[in-house]
């Protein structure tokens, strides 16, 4: 059983606020990820990291940042939030397989 | 150019007949497929793998078949139950350990 855990679940905000989504896993898994998706789209890949102090971005363009100062964590944030960004964000880790954590809905009024 | 394919959006059957979905990909390299499922507001569940070495996978209700010729893969359910209900994700592991996954095929169980 996959442990990956992803803080809040659900986020309405306002335009303009910084946000920062969190992410977490037990796993020890090197590689992590984080996804954008939208209903009846695929995932799509905005950022991902190969180990601590690795990221790399992905290949959706994003106003976001990350950061993998740990192994088991790695944040993703938003300087400033638009209605744009309303989407779910997945975040994944993996040694092979990816395993996902349950995403967090943000709405952005 | 989307390298994995899934170009059934949806997909409805009934309680306890057979579900059939399925996943084109272009990129011969590929050697190594996954599905996964996924519920509304969750993250996807990994469900089943399979390596391009075989040409099927079972693990309980669910199989699924590679055409490597063909460069197709399917995922059947049998039986169908209602439980099922959810969005299917075919994926390819690509370069670099970041997978490539399809656009999803929503499969609609009836009771």
């Known amino acids: 059983e996959a442990d990956i855990y992803q803080t809040p679940r659900y986020l309405v905000i306002g335009t303009g606020k910084k946000i920062t989504l969190e992410c977490s896993q037990t796993?020890?898994?090197?590689?992590m990820y984080w996804y954008q998706q939208d209903p009846g789209m695929e995932l799509h890949l905005i950022h991902y990291?190969?180990?601590?102090?690795?990221?790399e971005k992905g290949d959706l363009s994003s106003e976001s940042t990350v950061s993998r100062i740990r192994t088991e964590h790695f944040p993703l944030t938003l300087e400033s939030a638009r209605p744009s960004h309303t989407s779910q964000y997945l975040c994944?880790?993996?040694?092979?397989?990816?395993?996902f954590g349950p995403g967090t809905r943000l709405l952005v009024l | 150019d989307q390298q994995v394919k899934q170009n059934s959006p949806s997909l409805s059957v009934q309680e306890g007949r057979i579900s059939i979905l399925n996943c084109d990909y272009t990129?011969?390299?590929?050697?190594?497929f996954l599905w996964y499922k996924k519920y509304p507001a969750e993250g996807p569940t990994f469900l089943i793998s399979?390596?391009?070495?075989?040409d099927k996978n079972e693990d309980g209700r669910f199989t699924v078949f590679l055409n490597k010729s063909a460069k197709h893969l399917s995922l059947h359910i049998v039986p169908s139950q209602p439980g099922d209900s959810a969005v299917y994700f075919c994926?390819?592991?690509?370069?670099?350990?970041?997978?490539?996954f399809g656009r999803g095929t929503s499969l609609i169980v009836h009771p």
């Open positions: 994944a880790s993996a040694q092979e397989t990816q395993y």
């Open positions: 796993m020890g898994h090197d590689k």
């Open positions: 990291s190969y180990g601590v102090n690795s990221t």
């Open positions: 990129n011969s390299m590929f050697d190594y």
């Open positions: 399979i390596s391009s070495i075989k």
């Open positions: 994926a390819a592991p690509g370069g670099s350990y970041i997978p490539t």
